[in-house]
């Protein structure tokens, strides 16, 4: 009679767990929308309006990015330069995909600009790779100076948003 109450309710708590990591990567990568408000609980209301004008002003697609990607530790760095016009590749773009990225970003550009992690965020503890990537320019007239990695679940969530960007799927 317990297995019957209690598969159920793990079975919830399993699915509420990883919809939390998932959710959590959405909006936290739709950046500062989930930083503000937890910083401040108080200002939420005037925080929203903000966020919703930069995503707005941020549908152009212009970038101007330099990716360093490592695949392994052993491996040479590889260096790609992004260059974007309204979404568009510019002819100086050195990138692997250069029109899937640019499209990326101009569809999604705060993938680039993650959410630096709350505490109180859960991540699922699985090793994605020893691929490491930085990526540095602007996007939309904003700098970008992010990080990504693949050593748990939530950074593979990350990495696997800006994929194209980076130029590489990660490896494993």
């Known amino acids: ?31 500062s929308t989930s930083q503000s ?10 925080s929203s309006p903000a966020p919703s004008s930069t995503s707005a002003a941020a549908g152009p697609g ?15 760095p590889q260096n790609f330069t992004l260059v974007c016009s309204g979404g568009v590749p510019a002819a100086e773009s050195k990138h692997p995909s250069p029109a899937e990225a640019c499209a990326a970003i101009k569809s999604y550009p705060a993938m680039l600009s993650p959410a630096p992690p709350r505490a109180d965020r859960a991540c699922t503890m699985q090793y994605g790779g020893p691929a490491t990537a930085k990526v540095t320019g602007s996007v939309d007239g904003k700098e970008v100076n992010a990080a990504f990695s693949r050593t748990d679940g939530c950074q593979i969530g990350m990495w696997d948003a800006a994929k194209s960007v980076l130029g590489s799927d990660g490896g494993l």
């Open 1 to 31: 009679m317990r297995l019957r109450f209690v598969r159920p309710l793990l079975a919830v708590l399993a699915v509420a767990g990883l919809a939390a990591c998932s959710s959590t990567s959405a909006p936290g990568t739709s950046g």
């Open 62 to 76: 212009d970038a101007q990015l330099s990716i360093t990607l490592l695949e392994t530790p052993e491996a040479s």
């Open 37 to 46: 408000p937890s910083s401040s609980a108080s200002g939420s209301p005037s």
